[in-house]
């Protein structure tokens, strides 16, 4: 039998070749059987530009029928699946191709090409054009044959970054990816007639391995919108029953005076994930729709780690317990693990886990107990019934939309501004985004603007990364040990942007 996780989708299309997959906005569908054939064409077009077993493939692209197919297409020929965000600027990709050391990258035919050549790197163009991948995935015969992989051989290396800024891979493995996508069917009760409304990004693992994963397993069709739009959702809402989004999905939802029960007439489930849900947007929506928000945990380099109950009582502010075949704690410094109600970091051991960090040997095993625990970063407590909270994280970690932003990496850039002599970069609470990313410098000179930072950034870095609001001080708090006081600084903007209803 084997490993490869393309097979195991491979045997769910074969049986399920007439039934929808992916259904777009546009009107237009296709079937488990195209699908598959456009998998196999690309495969074909993979393995002409070099692509072989354990080779990375690199892809920033937008959302389309056509990236589903080549992340399944590298997965068929044993390639390693490399997602970006469509955000990051062409400086950030440098970085990326520099560490990945890709075969092939694919970028959309509107990015800006790469500047100078890669020894051994293909550059291709993810559209409908001249000279496009999508041209020649037309033109090539379709390869239906599965690569030969073990289940611990890498499938994909998702980018998330550390405190220090800079960025790590996260190896994820076949068992990793096909085991969580097991478990959350189980967990969730995936059924036959069950669709799936997916508004969420592929760069991301919540899009990509946590939503497609348990649709494509099932055989199940996907209603497959570009990005979160309210207008849309709701349009498709009713034909829908499963719908997976960050918490911004949920406030935006209800800011829509229109939105109401009729629109989720034939929902049965609405998860939530990648930040934390605010326990007034819990009760909000349970009043406003009649449904329970499922809550649930996971990282990168976890996919999915707890959720809260498809049966039984879905409690506000939990991530619920913890999954099949996976073992949470919540532990002290050395690792013991601590009794239910105290508070310490979370820990997670099971075949969700990933293999470590791409080519950081020393980082891996700083993260990893010796009893193969891996250290989260996470802060959390525990009842006595098992089910987890998250009261904190350890680390300065931002979550806006969905995303996250790491302090180091954004300060590190503004630092280089030279009307800042320094900075500190903190998330406070926001209505639509869960939290809002705020830079709080001291000016060299004269004040320190927000649309002079934002110029300033402009092209090198993401958007999302981008600070909202910049405030001006004349020195940042530190304790004796000369270290910032970023909570101090939370708390006293922590109203920066108003009052949060819901």
Not at 468 to 483: D, F, Q
Request: aromatic share 8%.
């Amino acid at each position: 039998m084997s490993g490869n996780f393309a097979a195991d989708l491979e045997t769910v299309f074969a049986a399920h070749g007439s039934r929808p997959a992916l259904r777009m906005a546009d009107g237009e569908s296709w079937t488990y059987s195209d699908l598959a054939e456009q998998t196999a064409r690309l495969a074909t077009v993979l393995v002409g530009a070099g692509v072989a077993p354990g080779e990375r493939v690199l892809a920033q692209v937008n959302k389309t029928p056509e990236a589903v197919a080549l992340y399944l297409a590298t997965l068929q020929v044993g390639g390693v699946y490399v997602p970006l965000n469509s955000a990051y600027t062409t400086t950030e990709v440098a970085y990326f191709l520099a560490d990945a050391q890709p075969r092939v990258f694919v970028r959309d035919a509107a990015s800006p090409a790469l500047k100078g050549e890669r020894a051994g790197l293909a550059e291709l163009t993810l559209g409908r054009g001249d000279g496009s991948l999508v041209q020649a995935m037309d033109a090539a015969q379709p390869c239906f044959e599965v690569a030969e992989r073990k289940g611990d051989d890498l499938a994909a290396l998702v980018y998330t970054s550390g405190t220090t800024g800079r960025s790590k891979g996260a190896m994820l493995t076949h068992d990793n990816i096909r085991s969580n996508a097991e478990a959350l069917r189980q967990c969730w009760g995936w059924r036959d007639d069950d669709v799936l409304l997916h508004a969420l990004p592929l760069f991301h693992v919540h899009g990509l391995f946590i939503a497609l994963h348990c649709a494509l397993l099932g055989g199940t069709p996907t209603i497959f919108l570009p990005r979160f739009d309210v207008r849309t959702v709701k349009r498709h809402l009713p034909e829908s029953t499963v719908m997976m989004g960050v918490p911004t999905f949920y406030t935006r939802l209800l800011q829509d005076a229109d939105f109401n029960r009729d629109h989720c007439r034939g929902m049965r489930l609405f998860i939530s994930g990648s930040a934390p849900l605010t326990e007034s947007t819990f009760d909000a929506w349970q009043a406003r729709t009649g449904h329970c928000i499922l809550e649930r945990y996971g990282m990168s380099e976890t996919i999915i780690n707890t959720s809260n109950p498809l049966h039984g009582e879905r409690v506000a502010g939990s991530v619920g317990f913890a999954l099949p075949g996976v073992a949470v704690r919540v532990a002290g410094e050395g690792g013991e693990p601590l009794p239910p109600g105290e508070v310490g970091g979370v820990e997670v051991r099971g075949e969700n886990v990933f293999k470590g960090y791409w080519r950081q040997p020393e980082k891996t095993a700083q993260e990893f107990r010796s009893d193969g625990y891996f250290v989260t970063g996470d802060l959390g407590v525990m009842d006595a019934e098992g089910r987890l909270s998250i009261v904190g994280r350890a680390r300065d970690l931002v979550i806006s939309g969905g995303y996250n932003v790491y302090p180091k990496e954004v300060e590190a850039l503004i630092d280089e501004l030279d009307a800042v002599d320094e900075s500190a970069v903190i998330g406070v609470p926001h209505s639509d985004f869960g939290e809002g990313v705020v830079a709080v410098v001291v000016p060299s000179g004269d004040p320190v603007s927000t649309e002079q930072v934002t110029a300033f950034l402009k092209d090198r870095l993401a958007r999302f990364k981008q600070p909202k609001r910049v405030i001006n001080v004349e020195a940042l708090p530190r304790n004796s040990m000369g270290k910032v006081q970023k909570n101090r600084l939370r708390k006293q903007f922590a109203a920066l942007f108003g009052r949060v209803p819901i």
